[in-house]
């Protein structure tokens, strides 16, 4: 529900369209007449109409010329996943779970981030930089093109790195994580360190 002002009426929630006001990249020229608005961008393309509900809800934030510049930037970045997997539909699924595993390793924001990176787990280094590099792996293992298999990491105490990947089904993936009594045998080992180290100080 849109914020109150004092007299009861509804606030506007997006800024208000005076001269000067920025949106993206574009500059308010001038307010022409309801509905429409001349603005310059950023790249001092010549000033242009735009319709004043696309600045405030973020539709348009840039002229078309700089609009296309950017199109053209993803589809060059993107292409070389497209000759890596032809399928579009695969190629979202894998990238999709590439980037997932990136962030619950190095996004503290990531919900399972305390279970991979807060714990060491960490994706391999070259893959950080070369994505590309990291699917074109992916997809030399066998079920990449299974989209009922998960990926998987063999050994859950390594990272995401080379030889320790694998596809497998999710039942199998559940037996692969580390168990309570992992985790306990873990602990204890390091109790026991901890007290060996306290007896020797005395």
Known sequence: MKPKTSDGRFKSVYPPLVSGAVFGELAVVSVERRGLVRVQCSCNAPAHLAMDYNLRSGKT????????????????????????????????????????CKNRCHSPA???????????????????????????YVMTLDGWDNPKLELDR???????????????????????RRSVQDMQKHIDELKAEVAKLMEAKK
């Open 61 to 100: 934030t840039r002229c078309n010329t700089c609009a296309k510049k950017q199109a053209d930037y993803w589809r060059k970045s993107f292409y070389r996943y497209a000759e890596i997997c032809p399928d579009i539909t695969h190629r979202r699924r894998l990238m999709g779970r590439l980037a997932a």
């Open 110 to 136: 990531d919900r399972g981030y305390a279970n991979y990176g807060g714990r060491g787990i960490t994706l391999y280094e070259p893959w950080h930089t070369d994505r590309a590099d990291w699917l074109r």
């Open 154 to 176: 063999i050994d859950v105490n390594k990272g995401y790195e080379p030889n320790n990947l694998r596809f497998v089904t999710r039942s199998q993936n559940q037996r692969n």
